[in-house]
């Protein structure tokens, strides 16, 4: 087998989602002298520059929503059958994965992952009904299930729950340990005062992140605590419809809509809780990289419990209760102290990513039937 091993991954785009987020965090601790990663895309990304910097290959194929049901399964037969040098295809489109590992499945492709990010499909009830059909494909052409948590799991692979890899959606300690200096810098950067109370989220804005009771959240604190801002980091559908919002509300100039950031690791700082009230998630990068900065979390009950990391941070809520929201962030006290600790408990929750670089490096590598040795020196060398 030649080296290094490359891995296709499979993603609608390399933008910055929570799955996109974790094969970036991945990419860049694996050993790339041994294993490579490539990409299927349907339409251009953000981290696309940084993924051809790192050596990987990006290709291209039209999604289903511009050639249809045929034209989408046509281009990845056609792909496939191009492409024949890939002894791993790893896919990350939940439902829609099983289209995806239908095709690898019938070019022969041998290791096949399905890898479930959600607890939930988005879209309307037509799409919904589609990606369930997609999903048929899954328990006859994945030869490997990976899941971000339990509820991810279950959702997925419903009845094969013994069979899944649970892979935890590591990130970076270092990346993301709180600093005081760093704070102080973003705040003045964005004209915020330092006393001021800085409610914060990273999310695209669709549906399921849930920004419309977000702003109505942040309403309610505004009326108890008029010295508030809300950063909200992230771009999608609804974000217009969003920013109407605000100015609706009557609290537009106390909320800074930031788009796509590059240094979340450095936003986080300048918070002073970290609100997520999506209807539905698998286990969110996001809420990783704020506890490892050591923020208080307000986080839907829609969102598994597995999201709480044991540092004490996490408060799940019920969207019924927005007043409960403004509750609980009216009671914040910020603590310096307390957050300078959250990111040395990291490792001990599974979260280092250095340690899940290690383990998927010597997972993939023991798919392809390497020599035991050669396995445990790889593993031993990231």
């Not at 087998?1 to 965090?25: D, S, Y």
């Not at 291209?60 to 399964?73: A, D, K, M, S």
């Not at 959600?118 to 309307?124: D, F, I, K, L, P």
């Not at 999608?236 to 920013?243: H, I, V």
Request: aromatic content about 8%.
């Amino acid at each position: 087998m030649e080296r290094p091993l490359r891995v296709l991954h499979v993603v609608v785009n390399m933008n910055r989602g929570g799955a996109e987020t974790l094969i970036m965090n991945l990419y860049r601790h694996i050993d790339r002298s041994m294993v490579q990663f490539d990409f299927l895309t349907c339409m251009e990304g953000v981290f696309d520059d940084e993924v051809e910097s790192l050596g990987g290959r990006i290709y291209r194929i039209p999604y289903i929503n511009e050639v249809g049901h045929q034209g989408y399964r046509l281009a990845l037969r056609q792909f496939f059958d191009t492409h024949k040098d890939f002894l791993i295809v790893h896919a990350h489109m939940d439902r829609m994965s099983g289209l995806v590992l239908s095709a690898a499945h019938n070019a022969g492709v041998p290791v096949r992952v399905a890898h479930s990010h959600n607890t939930r499909s988005e879209g309307n009830l037509v799409a919904r009904i589609y990606k369930w059909y997609a999903g048929l494909y899954i328990r006859r052409s994945a030869t490997h299930r990976f899941a971000c948590s339990k509820a991810a799991a279950n959702w997925l692979f419903s009845g094969r729950r013994s069979d899944v890899e649970l892979l935890k959606n590591g990130i970076d300690p270092e990346c993301f340990a709180y600093s005081e200096a760093i704070r102080e810098v973003v705040r003045s950067g964005l004209g915020i005062k330092q006393n001021t109370l800085v409610l914060g989220h990273v999310g695209r804005f669709n549906h399921q992140k849930n920004h419309a009771q977000l702003l109505t959240i942040f309403q309610g604190i505004v009326e108890i605590r008029p010295n508030s801002m809300l950063l909200l980091a992230g771009d999608g559908p609804l974000r217009q419809e969003m920013e109407q919002r605000a100015v609706r509300l009557g609290i537009a100039e106390k909320v800074i809509f930031l788009g796509i950031r590059a240094d979340v690791e450095n936003l986080l700082q300048a918070f002073d809780v970290f609100v997520f009230p999506s209807h539905h998630e698998g286990l969110p990068v996001t809420l990783v990289e704020a506890q490892c900065s050591g923020l208080p979390c307000l986080v839907s009950d829609a969102v598994s419990s597995e999201a709480d990391l044991g540092f004490g941070l996490a408060k799940f809520i019920s969207n019924q209760s927005t007043t409960e929201y403004v509750k609980q962030i009216a009671k914040i006290e910020v603590h310096g102290s307390i957050r300078s600790a959250a990111s040395g408990m990291l490792a001990s929750q599974g979260y280092d990513i250095r340690e899940t670089a290690r383990w998927i490096q010597n997972y993939y590598y023991a798919q392809c039937e390497v020599e035991h040795e050669d396995v445990n020196r790889i593993y031993a060398n990231v």
